[in-house]
């Protein structure tokens, strides 16, 4: 039994920047790669960013130079760090995570999710 819980959306104007968080709990003996998604309305789920344990990151072309992805291994939290923020990156924002439940069995799980909503 694992949760993941993002914090963090909200209602910003174009320009501006919003600080996602996303913290696992529940039965967890390691985390290995944590990302996050984000799902706009007609569109299908896409990939923002992730990172893995060892802090290697990886970015869409739409949010490299703007977006920030972060971890605090010891708090098993992700970040998202989202600056000149566009009416387009307006969606659902969605946490996810490789979590290691038993010693030999990674799950992914994912969160609820966070709106962000961006005006122009």
């Known amino acids: 039994q694992v949760q993941l819980v993002e914090s963090g959306g909200g209602l910003v104007q174009a320009g501006g920047s919003l600080r996602l968080s996303c913290a696992a709990s529940?039965?967890?003996?390691?985390?290995?790669?944590m990302g996050w998604h984000r799902q706009a309305p007609g569109k299908q789920r896409e990939l923002v960013a992730s990172i893995a344990a060892g802090g290697r990151t990886n970015y869409a072309d739409s949010a490299k130079g703007r977006f920030t992805i972060s971890r605090d291994n010891a708090k098993n939290t992700v970040y998202l760090q989202m600056n000149s923020l566009k009416p387009e990156d307006t969606a659902v924002y969605y946490c996810n995570a490789q979590v290691l439940t038993t010693f030999s069995q990674w799950s992914i799980y994912w969160g609820q999710g966070t709106q962000v909503t961006v005006s122009s």
């Open positions: 529940g039965k967890i003996l390691g985390i290995n790669t």
